[in-house]
């Protein structure tokens, strides 16, 4: 079965505090892809990163990078510096041969950043 | 930058109605879906599809829901008889490919109201 878990619910911070947010995933396909969308209180999708499973380096864009680990199935994103307007709820998504077309969501985590 | 765009961005209708929720993909591509998101929780896939039919579908897609092209640029689903439990933040998404290039882009979404 295939599973994405956010056990971060919310986490608030004080703007340009670093912070990151976890994202462990489950499936026994060996080829799949894992991405991190943004969702802002505005309440679009915003996609940000698409990783695929046979890519692990890292990835830095900006102020945003993420850690990509096999090892410990995580794909985790850090933000430094957080700005206010960096508050959303993100969503972590895996996508797997066995799952076929869908994107397998977590529960999303929720950021808050107070200036 | 081309985009997805939804229609409406809010739709309220009363239990037992059909309602039609629009979509533009992004014009060259190929691979169309339908999420949905009930308030506060994850987001879920509906359903994928390509060359001008089902690919993929969730259990959530049951004979209440449909899904057509009817023209070049429109992608739309269709609720037959709208429930309470219908209501809920959906999302259209399109694709170039599907694999390794298969980066699912959002539109806005349609948030639907059941009464």
């Known amino acids: 079965a295939q599973k994405v878990t956010q056990a971060q619910t919310e986490i608030s911070v004080v703007e340009k505090e670093d912070v990151t947010l976890d994202c462990v995933y489950e499936?026994?396909?060996?080829?799949?892809?894992l991405f991190w969308y943004k969702q802002p209180p505005s309440g679009e999708l915003v996609f940000l990163i698409r990783r695929n499973s046979f890519d692990e380096q890292n990835e830095i864009s900006g102020r945003y990078s993420w850690n990509f680990q096999k090892s410990t199935s995580s794909f985790n994103f850090t933000i430094t510096a957080s700005q206010v307007v960096d508050s959303a709820v993100y969503f972590c998504a895996l996508r797997t041969n066995q799952a076929g077309t869908a994107l397998i969501f977590g529960k999303g985590t929720t950021l808050s950043v107070s200036s | 930058e081309p985009e997805v765009t939804q229609t409406p961005s809010h739709q309220v209708t009363q239990m037992g109605q059909e309602v039609i929720l629009r979509c533009v993909p992004i014009s060259n591509h190929l691979y169309f879906y339908w999420y949905r998101q009930i308030l506060g929780q994850k987001v879920e896939f509906l359903v994928s599809f390509y060359n001008n039919e089902i690919s993929e579908k969730s259990e959530i897609f049951d004979d209440q829901f449909s899904v057509e092209r009817p023209d070049g640029s429109n992608f739309t689903l269709k609720i037959r008889s709208t429930k309470l439990e219908d209501s809920a933040m959906y999302f259209c998404?399109?694709?170039?490919?599907?694999?390794?290039?298969?980066?699912?882009?959002f539109g806005p979404g349609t948030r639907l109201t059941v009464l």
């Open positions: 998404a399109s694709s170039e490919f599907h694999g390794s290039t298969d980066t699912q882009y």
């Open positions: 499936t026994r396909d060996t080829t799949y892809y």
